[in-house]
């Protein structure tokens, strides 16, 4: 019996190495698009970054990026009484670090804003407002399980009771972070609990200036997760209000993201609400800033 299914077991490997095959997949090369990123927030000046789009298995470097930052472009907004023209302008602290930023024109709550970029003789516009922003009602620091001192930051807040809201969460550690980081995910809207009660847990956003000391999950030489926010911390939370467009772009490039890597996975393209072929997003943000000192 052992010597028969031996030699059964002999010609099944046999046959499965015999119907191997070696596959190419020749993988179509993405047209090339302009890739424009821009908002204006309450209080704030207009930005906008342009670049082009890259095959996603391309080789990526410091002189593929430069080159793909579009620097010829002729930018601008307006408010339907004053137009500002964008100046391209160098930013360290956020990625692609060149990006057009406005010199007049300040957010409103209640206003909407039409931006225009010019490229090679193409124009693609877009169109935005920025909505009353919604308060925060408390903030509150709870310890992860095991943890002594780290642990996430709980946002409440009351819903407005209007079907249709669209909310984007940004944080900042005072001390730490250069810029407010966007949690994973970043966007929600009031579908499940309109006009009601609700809460959030927030996780530290990534911070692209800090990848040197963190391993490809997020963890440092100490074993602490750069997710969590630490006892005698200073949090500001950035609760900001967003249109439905504004929305569907984020949640759409969120959900890409959840399924990347798998194979099996339905394609997800992120929408736009830029008119003229281009990919991206045009949106405002109305703000609502609240702070946290979590004690020692």
Not at 146 to 152: A, C, I, T
Request: charged letters at 20%; aromatic letters at 14%.
């Amino acid at each position: 019996m052992n010597k028969i299914l031996t030699i059964t077991l002999f010609i099944i490997a046999i046959t499965m190495i015999s119907c191997e095959k070696e596959i190419t997949i020749d993988l179509p090369t993405p047209p090339s698009k302009l890739v424009i990123e821009g908002a204006i927030e309450e209080g704030q000046l207009p930005w906008v970054f342009i670049t082009m789009n890259s095959p996603y298995f391309s080789p990526v470097d410091s002189t593929v990026l430069f080159n793909m930052i579009i620097k010829n472009a002729k930018v601008s907004v307006t408010d339907g009484i004053t137009t500002d023209s964008l100046i391209l302008t160098l930013d360290p602290y956020t990625f692609p670090y060149l990006k057009y930023v406005g010199s007049t024109i300040i957010g409103q709550t209640g206003k909407t804003y039409w931006l225009k970029v010019e490229v090679d003789g193409k124009v693609y516009t877009a169109s935005t407002g920025i909505y009353p922003a919604v308060s925060i009602d408390s903030l509150k620091f709870k310890l992860d399980r095991n943890q002594d001192s780290l642990g996430f930051v709980w946002l409440y807040l009351v819903d407005p009771d209007t079907l249709g809201n669209y909310y984007r969460i940004f944080t900042k550690v005072i001390g730490r972070d250069s810029i407010y980081l966007r949690p994973y995910p970043s966007v929600s809207d009031d579908k499940f609990f309109n006009g009601q009660f609700c809460e959030y847990m927030l996780e530290r956003g990534r911070n692209p200036l800090e990848d040197n000391i963190y391993n490809d999950n997020g963890i440092d030489s100490a074993g602490v997760s750069r997710f969590y926010f630490r006892k005698g911390e200073t949090v500001v939370v950035k609760l900001c209000t967003i249109d439905a467009f504004h929305y569907d772009f984020w949640y759409s490039v969120e959900q890409q993201f959840m399924t990347d890597g798998n194979p099996f996975a339905s394609p997800i393209s992120a929408r736009t609400n830029i008119t003229g072929g281009a990919l991206g997003v045009w949106g405002g943000y109305g703000i609502h800033l609240d702070t946290l000192h979590i004690p020692n």
